[in-house]
């Protein structure tokens, strides 16, 4: 499904964080420190002075508290955002321009581990930056040199290695596959993805979850967290033109504003445009980049753009082809993609050949998170592709989090909670599976 978002006036919100995801109709002022819509009972109300004033659960202890001014909160009175189409800004899940957040009680199975005091080192940060990334990735290995090894995987335009960081026996007979970060303005996930991985880390030789050993688990399976698959983006969208280093990729993206702008695709001063970046460092959204039906892509944007540009060819770009060199590198047992928004699951595509398997992944999934579960549109998408590539692989998107991207760090706890057990449950229902 597909629909555009036209506004009257120039004022208009665009939430969708995700070819497949939607914000709810257009929200006053900034977007992302608003409720996100209509039936959304569970984001947190966000003003200026928000101070990630989230009550810290058992083994959130460690949370950074985030100052004033430190929240990514704009003030409520700032620029209305001018994005007149996105893609799909209405994906299946959001028939009724709902914001996914409807969500239930998530049943995570016994274990020792997930409500325990623990000793995380990632903090909680506003703008949880690639080098930030690379420095926690790096102590990891220096910590558990027996339980992580970290790949590169290849290079961004901007010459940012692209990490992938495997926890568990790397010759095991299953692998799980997890990546995130692959639009720009969805930061959020390789925080998350980072969490999830020390969790593993930390509790590898003592945890029991439903009933099973981690450390036997970890010899049966290995995960790879490929935490963030667009660096370049990640770091336009937190840090503006300081986040690129190549002076050609810079006047590319300016080139790609005033493009923009002349044809009537944002409105925003260069600021709040380039936070709302979704594409890659070279302007291309590389959810919309892989062999999966590429042609039938009805893409938004007829050349490079902050969103919605699917580039000039499957693969075309450094770090497609970089997860692409994945796909079947290991013989995976599963696959999940984190995106931002929407708190729900996308698992099936009319592409799919691996209908039955992504669908109790999902429903695995969903226990745990407490998120709906949808369809999707199977195009061009890394899920898309890997589900229907030969030797189809069973996966699925997770949307989290329930307002508009980039979220504020206010978020963090919300979509930690639901999503604290997934991995655990992915590594669970592979061996049983
Ligand atoms: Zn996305």
Redesign the pocket.
Known sequence: MRRFLYIVTSAIVIGA?????ASAAAVPGLAEIQPAGPGQTDSQPAGPGQTDSQPAGPGQTDSQPVGPGLTGAQPATGPIYGFTTDDKEYGPGFVNGGTGADVSQGVIPDNNFLDSPSRFTVGVTDRYSYDQMVQDMQRFQANYPDKVQLNVIGTSHDGRSIYEMIVGNVNAPKHILIQGG??A??YM?PLLMMRQAETALINYDTGIYDGMRLSDMFSQAAIHFIPMSNPDGIMLSEFGLNGIRSDFLKQAILTSYAQDTSLGRTSQPLDIYLQRW?ANGAGVDL?QNFPANWEGVQTSATMTSYAGYKGTAPLSEPESQALASMADRYPWAAAI?Y??MGNIIYWDANTSRAKDTSKALADTISTVTGYKLDGSDGRGGFKDWMQSKENPVPSV?I?VGSVA?PMPVSEYQAVWKQNKAVWAQTLAHVIRN
């Open positions: 964080c995700c070819p497949t995801a692959i639009h303005r969805e996930t979704k959810n993609s995106h931002s998107t949307e991207c």
